[in-house]
């Protein structure tokens, strides 16, 4: 049935008799004034003597449609489609792989096998969602359906079928989903959202809209997962990392598990957690350095896939310098002090970052600082000043009369200098193929006295060098804060009241139509006001002539 | 619609005027077979005036005129007429209806040419010329006076009227009660009315001796410039009529323009007022030559 979006519009349709009632009486016709009316009472082509009244202008007619497609077009209509599109929006996030008691899984699993019906007794709520989907499409849209996931959901991935089903099975969990962007929800079409509801931001839609159905699979209550798992390198012991993982109960029960940590050597670490509905409890325990670590829950439940967690370790591992043997001892001391650095022998090939104080053998192999001592040490003149690149908190206090320089740097376009003693600079970064640091600090006459700048300044330059964070490293995996949770939260569902839109009908805006029929006949008024004006100067001129 | 520096007109020169008045002075002294008794006027000291015959008193007329003697016997009022000399009171009046100023102000200009012609003939010949202007009413007025001084008041009214473009009608009835004790009234309109101002041309007959009309006549005005169906406007009334512009249609306007002088025509002939229709293309020394040719033969 026909409605309206602001129907007070329709008023200006009152206007209609008025401009019929403004185009009376032929105002139209060309009007030409005579000396007396009575000379030409014998030519009189509608004598208004007779009272009949000259029609109005034709143009009354186009003016009024035009007046008329105006207000119908402010006014909002609406119709409902008979086939409306769908977008059926996928919540693929980690706790849709909960398995649930499979009931219409195998009429989309088809091709994904493993979630079979005649396979197995159960199904992910993804492809339990889906399958409720898919039969609730059969039976209401007849238009087009495009499927979007909530963790990609500028991607179409077109209708629902077996593969696209199997995608979304493939890809769930990889990211976190978000809701829908306004911009892809038109008004126009119907959004479906297939979800478990358990997380709620995936539910509260921009600008207060709300799906127009909601197909909730959520029978599973009870999971507890591995949220998040971090590692860092143990401060006292430079062979260890201490791990901390966060445990989530996600469910609606108490729930006791046995965590086990293990790395490529074997178990390292075993403990046991109970968690109230809800809540969630860290545990944390230090294991001998490895490349990676594994920590994984007994026993399993509904959710398997957030029953254990890895984390790749590489990250906190050693970089491997290698050193010149012309470096100034207290130099090699401080890279071997360094908990985030390694010695290497100086004509090693496998590392990270080079040393070199004066051979070049190892000068082009990888991201290299560079000592150079040209001259007899002199001390620093002229105040010391770091580059804006570096940051406040990392810049060192160094005492300038401790300072010598044995060499003088010159500074070519695009270098970047970061310390700089007056007009002198003291540490370049030199812009390349591959990183080049080069200082003219005289690292022998500081070791002389005792004090930190040596290993801090080591510290920084391979810090710049090699563009992180070397003191400090965190090695993380997370999942989220809703990755665990299968408990539906309160206010996903659509609040009661609400209609299930799929029995209210979609409604189509008439509006451009109609301003695009308005815009033609105005188009029409102007040509014909055109040619009007056109035949007025042609008779004009046949007058006057 | 013509502009007012279109419609204000431009006087004859001195030298066409006083060329038409030595041709016409002939024709404007000689005695006027009947008068009105009540102003006679003598250009000379010591003519004296002769009694014609008596009438009814008519208001307006002078009351020292009035035969007592004749009143007793009748027992109403009667009023002596005299023989008029050879100079009297004339009156000019012009019709300044919009119909005047319609296609361009044309008749409006040789209308004022004409009138301003004849004002200084009369003068000439020593009567005494008043102006009346008319529309929907009496617009302007100038008093009767004689001499030379008098043609400049009569000028400068003259170069000062315009008739409105459009919505002023036609009222020449509206002259009647300032008529009183003129002997002769020269009208120059052209007559479109509806009863081609017959009405009102009699009751100015009742108040002079001699009624002249003039009734100049521009060809435009029966001539439509455009082609088709259109609106035609009066413009006096502002009334409107849908016709079918042509050149059938410019001939019928030209055969009622030619049965309204006609009926006119028949009018005046009927009623002693002497008619002379103008094609205002033609001079108007000739028109009004052969119109006062016209008026002596007539007496």
């Known amino acids: 049935m026909l409605s309206w979006g602001t129907p007070w519009w329709l008023l200006g349709l009152a206007l209609l008799p008025v401009i019929h009632w403004l185009h009376r009486g032929g105002e139209h016709r060309r009007v030409m004034r005579v000396s007396h009316l009575g000379l030409w009472q014998s030519s009189t082509a509608n004598p208004p003597a007779a009272g009949r009244h000259q029609p109005p202008d034709p143009a009354w007619r186009r003016r009024a449609l035009l007046a008329l497609l105006l207000f119908i077009a402010l006014a909002e209509p609406q119709w409902p489609q008979r086939h409306p599109q769908v977008t059926l929006w996928v919540d693929d996030s980690l706790s849709m792989l909960t398995l649930e008691p499979a009931r219409a899984a195998g009429a989309v699993t088809g091709s994904t096998g493993s979630s079979s019906s005649s396979e197995a007794p159960q199904a992910t709520r993804l492809l339990e969602g889906l399958a409720q989907a898919r039969a609730q499409l059969e039976q209401f849209a007849h238009g087009a359906v495009a499927v979007r996931a909530l963790s990609d959901p500028w991607r179409n991935l077109g209708p629902l079928t077996d593969g696209v089903v199997a995608s979304l099975a493939a890809g769930a969990g990889k990211r976190e989903g978000a809701s829908p962007p306004a911009a892809l929800l038109h008004p126009d079409k119907l959004n479906w959202l297939v979800t478990d509801g358990a997380d709620a931001r995936l539910a509260a839609w921009p600008e207060g809209r709300r799906p127009d159905r909601l197909i909730q699979v959520a029978n599973i209550t009870r999971n507890v997962g591995l949220e998040r798992l971090s590692a860092r390198r143990n401060p006292s012991d430079a062979g260890k990392f201490d791990l901390l993982l966060k445990l989530v109960n996600g469910g609606n029960a108490v729930e006791t598990r046995e965590l086990i940590f293990a790395t490529d050597a074997g178990e390292v670490g075993r403990s046991s957690h109970r968690l109230d509905p809800g809540t969630s409890v860290f545990a944390s325990v230090s294991i001998p350095a490895a490349l990676t670590v594994r920590a994984v829950l007994q026993t399993n439940d509904a959710l398997a896939q957030d029953d254990s967690i890895a984390l790749d370790l590489a990250a906190l591992r050693k970089r491997r310098v290698a050193t010149d043997g012309r470096c100034p001892k207290s130099l090699v001391a401080a890279v071997d002090a360094h908990p985030a650095l390694a010695l290497a022998p100086q004509d090693t090939s496998d590392v990270e970052a080079v040393l070199d104080c004066g051979s070049n053998a190892a000068a082009q192999r990888a991201a290299t600082v560079r000592v150079i001592a040209q001259r007899t040490p002199v001390q620093v003149s002229g105040p010391l000043t770091w580059a804006a690149t570096v940051p406040e908190s990392r810049r060192i206090a160094l005492d300038s009369v401790r300072l010598h320089l044995a060499a003088q740097l010159q500074i070519q376009p695009n270098d970047a200098v970061l310390l700089a003693a007056g007009s002198e600079p003291v540490i370049i970064a030199r812009k390349g193929a591959s990183n080049l640091m080069q200082t003219s600090l005289d690292f022998g006459t500081m070791a002389a006295t005792a004090g930190p700048e040596i290993p801090l300044l080591v510290n920084l330059m391979f810090e710049q060098l090699l563009e992180k964070s070397l003191l400090d490293e965190i090695a993380i995996t997370d999942r989220g804060p809703a990755a665990s949770r299968v408990v539906p939260l309160a206010g996903v569902e659509l609040p009661a009241g609400t209609p299930q839109t799929s029995a209210a009908p979609i409604l189509s805006d008439g509006m451009r139509p109609l301003l695009l029929a308005a815009l033609l006949v105005l188009l029409w008024e102007i040509v014909a006001l055109a040619r009007q004006s056109y035949r007025s100067a042609k008779h004009a001129r046949a007058g006057s002539a | ?299």
Request: charged fraction near 20%; glycine fraction near 8%.
């Open chain 2, 1 to 299: 619609m013509a502009t007012s520096s279109l419609i204000r007109a431009a006087l004859p020169s001195e030298p066409e005027l006083q060329a038409f008045a030595a041709a016409a002075a002939q024709l404007l002294i000689d005695r006027q077979p009947r008068a009105p008794g009540s102003r006679t006027v003598t250009r000379r000291a010591g003519v004296g005036i002769q009694h014609f015959d008596h009438r009814d008193y008519l208001p307006g007329d002078e009351v020292r005129h009035i035969d007592w003697r004749q009143t007793a016997r009748r027992r109403r009022p009667i009023v002596r007429r005299f023989e008029s000399e050879s100079v009297s009171d004339w009156t000019i009046v012009l019709d300044a209806s919009s119909s005047m100023a319609a296609h361009g102000g044309a008749k409006w200009r040789a209308t004022v040419r004409m009138a301003a012609a004849m004002s200084y003939a009369l003068l000439q010949v020593g009567h005494r010329v008043g102006l009346l202007v008319f529309g929907g009413r009496v617009l302007s007025q100038c008093p009767r006076g004689r001499g030379q001084h008098h043609y400049a008041l009569i000028a400068r009214l003259l170069a000062t009227q315009q008739p409105a473009a459009a919505g002023e009608r036609s009222a020449l009835g509206a002259c009647v009660r300032h008529l009183h004790g003129a002997a002769s009234v020269f009208t120059i309109s052209d007559f479109l009315a509806d009863d081609e101002m017959r009405r009102d041309l009699r009751a100015i007959l009742q108040r002079c001796m001699t009624l002249h009309a003039i009734q100049p006549v521009d060809l435009a005005e029966t001539r439509l410039s455009l082609a088709g169906e259109l609106d035609l406007e009066d413009v006096e009334t502002g009334v409107r009529m849908p016709t079918h512009a042509g050149d059938g249609a410019n001939a019928l306007a030209a055969a009622e323009r030619s049965a309204m002088t006609g009926r006119l025509r028949g009018f005046c002939a009927r009623s002693g007022v002497v008619f002379s229709d103008w094609d205002i293309t033609q001079p108007w020394q000739h028109t009004l030559l052969r119109h006062l040719l016209q008026a002596r033969s007539s007496c």
